[in-house]
């Protein structure tokens, strides 16, 4: 499993820091191979700018997309793999906050204490649909931190507190929206969705088979994976897509593989997704490296 700073060179750069308490990195690309986030004796915040991925944090998954936020406690292990993958392509900004620093701040922030932010237990934020401005703070975080040199230390500590009380207030206001993460029944249905997606699988289906109403099930769908059975399915067999276009297989049998009934179907679909059509892709190899995965509309 390669470590994260291996993966990318805005990584590189924060680590020529050397700060103690507070580091920030921004990594991006399309992932080939598991990648660990863990970074020992460090507090995590990670925003997702971009991506469609499954997320284990020790032995469960978690479906992550544009706009949400992990929170993960020291020591505990998380990583998304390459087997794993809704789609390829992630786009990350991380703050991590050393034990003795949160410790202190526990003191001045009871609400690091609170059931709804428990710092100390692993969270999933969704904040896709709401009037936030999460990416901007992050992304100006990232920059400032990295451009600050040898203040960057005085910078972070205060900057990170404030972009961590700001993520607390989100959470006490939308707390429906903020989920500890606990539940097995997320396991349970992402591996059954991951070993039959290429088959016809509807919401009245799936929901007999794991003892739930339809209506439930939707509602677990919005709240623990943030997307619906349909957009699931479909990432996935997208993003099966791509990776057949990628070993050059025949256009017609991308979409018969990729469990489309038909190519014209694949084509909408596929271009819906990705804005780009699946004979664009085959013809330009760049264009297809350029995919990223946007959220399905």
Not at 42 to 57: N, P, Q, T
Not at 110 to 133: G, Q, R, W
Not at 281 to 291: F, H, R, V, Y
């Amino acid at each position: 499993m390669k470590k994260l700073y291996e993966q990318s060179p805005e990584m590189q750069l924060s680590g020529k820091c050397q700060l103690r308490h507070v580091k920030c990195t921004h990594h991006k690309g399309y992932l080939l191979e598991d990648l660990s986030m863990i970074k020992s004796g460090f507090y995590e915040i990670s925003f997702c700018k971009s991506g469609d991925f499954l997320f284990r944090i020790g032995q469960k998954r978690h479906f992550i997309t544009n706009g949400d936020i992990l929170v993960i406690p020291p020591d505990i292990p998380h990583y998304f793999t390459s087997s794993d993958l809704v789609a390829t392509y992630y786009d990350f900004i991380t703050v991590w906050l050393e034990k003795s620093y949160i410790s202190n701040l526990k003191s001045q922030l009871p609400a690091l204490k609170e059931s709804v932010f428990n710092i100390d237990t692993p969270h999933l934020l969704h904040t896709t649909n709401k009037l936030c401005n999460f990416e901007e703070e992050f992304e100006t975080f990232y920059r400032e931190y990295a451009s600050y040199g040898e203040l960057s230390e005085t910078y972070a500590c205060g900057a990170s507190t404030c972009l961590l009380v700001k993520v607390i207030n989100y959470a006490l206001k939308y707390s429906n929206e903020f989920i500890e993460i606990e539940s097995d029944q997320t396991n349970q249905i992402v591996r059954y969705l991951d070993q039959h997606f290429l088959k016809e699988i509807g919401v009245e289906d799936l929901a007999r088979t794991f003892h739930m109403s339809k209506s439930s099930l939707n509602k677990f769908f919005q709240k623990q994976l943030n997307t619906t059975c349909h957009q699931y399915i479909l990432k996935k067999r997208l993003a099966l897509a791509v990776s057949l276009i990628r070993q050059d297989v025949p256009l017609k049998t991308v979409a018969v593989q990729s469990g489309f009934g038909d190519y014209s179907s694949f084509f909408r679909a596929f271009k819906k997704m990705y804005h780009i059509s699946p004979t664009e892709c085959q013809a330009d190899n760049e264009k297809l490296k350029k995919i990223k995965h946007y959220p399905g509309e």
